[in-house]
């Protein structure tokens, strides 16, 4: 039986990563969720049965969650990056940080 990591045994790497993981988890379950509510599979899935490209119905809603969840985790991580902070040899023009 594995056992969690405290979070104070965690890097900041690892915390941000954590962080960035998690946030763009919920946020594709609710563009996922908000999606097929307004899409419905059933034609997607008829178009795509006989190449046996999407068998089912959930087969599709996996695919789309994945989907969202790439999307949410690159722009997530796009944020982070954003959000960091400078490193102290960081110029801006001539100046110096």
């Known amino acids: 039986m594995s056992q969690a ?3 104070e045994n965690l890097s ?3 915390r941000l990563w954590l962080t960035v ?3 763009s988890f919920l946020t594709a379950s609710l563009a996922t969720m908000v999606f097929f509510a307004f899409v419905d599979p059933t ?3 008829a178009l795509l049965t006989p190449t046996a490209a999407i068998p ?3 087969a599709l809603y996996s695919v789309g969650f ?3 969840w ?6 997530a991580s796009l944020t982070a990056w954003l959000m960091s902070a400078p490193s ?3 110029t801006i023009g001539n100046e110096r940080r």
Not at 70 to 75: P, Y
């Open 5 to 7: 990591v405290p979070a």
């Open 88 to 90: 102290d040899d960081t």
């Open 70 to 75: 790439a999307i949410c985790a690159t722009a």
């Open 56 to 58: 089912t119905r959930t």
């Open 21 to 23: 993981t998690w946030a």
């Open 66 to 68: 994945f989907f969202f």
């Open 43 to 45: 034609p997607i899935v």
């Open 12 to 14: 900041a790497r690892g």
